[in-house]
């Protein structure tokens, strides 16, 4: 079993651990504990985000949310219908 190898960097007053090296079964592991404790930070954030935001910052975060799901959307969209398009031509084609 190889040994892990972390470098400590502080970067802009964040610490980062940072993995270098290490088998597949650790890093499974090691990713299923940081899974585990982001999910839990996750939780927490939203709920602060309502007690330290303002209405109008609530309300610009939700609308580029918005703005962001529409556009993935629309693309997604625009994809199907040029596929649909170049099927169809093919096989007129034919």
Do not use: Y
């Amino acid at each position: 079993m190889q040994g892990i190898i972390f470098n400590f960097c502080s970067t802009v007053g964040l610490n980062r651990l940072k993995i270098v090296e290490m088998d597949k079964k650790t890093r499974a592991l090691f990713r299923e504990i940081m899974r585990e404790i982001g999910s839990k930070g996750g939780k927490i954030g939203g709920k602060r985000s309502l007690e330290t935001m303002t209405a109008e910052e609530r309300s610009a975060r939700a609308k580029k949310a918005s703005l962001a799901a529409a556009k993935k959307r629309t693309e997604k969209r625009l994809v199907a219908e040029r596929q649909t398009k170049a099927a169809e031509q093919t096989a007129k084609r034919r």
